[in-house]
Structure formats: C-alpha cells, structure tokens
C-alpha cells in the first residue's frame, strides 16, 4: 500500500492509472501525429470520398476494430482483479461507457478524458455521499450537460451535409 496526500491506496491502483495514461498518450500520438491516424480520421468523416481516394476503407476500419478489441481485452484482464467478475458485468460497463462519450462529446479524445473523470468523481462523491443515489447521479450529470450542451462538452464541429 501507497499513501498519496494523505490517503492509502493500494499499489495496483496506481498501475491501472500508469497503463491508462500510457494508452491515452499512445491513441493520441496515433490519431493525431501519425499517417494512419490521419487516414482514420478521413475514413471516419466520409467513408465514400476515402474509398474514391484510394484509401483501403476496409483494412482502417478491421485494424481499428483489431487495436480496439485489444486495448478492450487489456482493460478487461487488467481490472478483473480489482473488480468481481460476475456475468452481466459488462452492463454497468456499458452505461459508464456511454455516459462518458455523452457527456465528453462524440468523437472527441479530451471529451472522453473529460468526461471519464465527471463521471468518476461524481460517482465517488456519489458512493462516499449518498451511497443509494449512485446510479442516479452519473444520469443527473448526463442530463445537466445534455441540458446545455446537447452535443457534450467537447463535441467536435461538424460541417452539415446537403
């Protein structure tokens, strides 16, 4: 165990910290530094142009499910330790997933970091709090930021197609 101003947390918490923010500087540096990400980037904006373009649609869209699917089953085997597996797990993963993009904005790196840290720190202050409203509160967020911003705190312009 490891103290970090003044709390204890154990060590493994402070490796899932490392290993995500390594993942997060990595995806970044891919989407945003590199040929292929930029290749991405124009797929994911108009799938039709890229093809007329030359660029191998298919092949971007089954290497960005490959490095998805692999960063999924690396979270998986990284939190089963922290977390009990039971079948239906992938439930609650799902709705803390979908309230993060909700709340970060569609298509946004920031808005996803963003977002998972609202989501995280309301639900922590939800669990030390009001313990029976946990679930609640990650939906009153959602809905507040809904509420002004419909499109998320982080949401990426989006030219309108005629």
Do not use: C
Not at 54 to 67: D, E, P, R, W, Y
Not at 70 to 79: D, K, N
């Amino acid at each position: 165990r490891s103290s970090f101003i003044g709390l204890s947390f154990a060590n493994y918490d402070f490796l899932l910290i490392g290993v995500s923010v390594l993942i997060g500087l990595v995806l970044w540096y891919g989407l945003n530094r590199t040929r292929n990400g930029k290749l991405l980037r124009v797929v994911i904006h108009d799938r039709e142009i890229a093809g007329a373009l030359g660029i191998n649609v298919s092949k971007i869209f089954a290497i960005t499910f490959l490095i998805g699917a692999s960063i999924g089953t690396l979270a998986g085997a990284l939190t089963a330790p922290a977390l009990s597996v039971v079948p239906g797990i992938g439930i609650q993963v799902i709705v803390l997933a979908f309230a993060v993009v909700v709340i970060g904005g569609l298509g946004s790196i920031t808005g996803a970091l963003v977002g998972a840290l609202i989501v995280g720190m309301a639900r922590a202050s939800a669990v030390h709090l009001y313990p029976e409203l946990e679930l609640f509160v990650i939906y009153a967020v959602m809905g507040l930021v809904l509420a002004f911003r419909p499109q998320g705190l982080f949401a990426i312009a989006s030219a309108r197609k005629i």
